[in-house]
């Protein structure tokens, strides 16, 4: 298999209010946009975000009222501690401090309007 593109699909009550916060704060860019539909895409990242209305009828029945429930969206940063600087400077609410695991992850998060937790991770190296 010879994969092209990864994205992440996640279904949330207001579209607009999570692509103004992945623009605002992580710098995705609006790619292409519909009714109750937006792609991200990132300069750097080797990642799309699209985000559906819930409730949208291109998802199939059983998914159109199903939110990003357990999911976590999560970039592997440099200098960690400067991005949660600069979000915390941006009013972003940090929802987890960060902190370093014992296998060597360095993390800290922050939720969406949605309810969606993205996570800041670096790795220390040893």
Known sequence: ???LAS???????????SS??????????EQMAAEGFVSLGHETAKVSIVLLQAGIEVLP?????????????????????AEE????????????????EPWGERLFMVTDPNGVPVELV???QQ
């Open 7 to 17: 994205t992440i699909s996640l279904t949330v009550d207001d579209v607009t209010a």
């Open 85 to 100: 600087k600069r979000l915390r400077d941006e009013g972003v609410e940090i929802t987890l401090p960060l902190r370093e």
């Open 20 to 29: 103004r916060f992945f623009t605002e704060h992580f710098g995705f860019t």
């Open 1 to 3: 298999m010879n994969v």
């Open 122 to 124: 670096e790795w220390v």
């Open 61 to 81: 029945e059983n998914l159109r009222q199903q939110r990003a429930s357990g999911v976590i969206v999560a970039f592997t940063v440099e200098d960690i501690e």
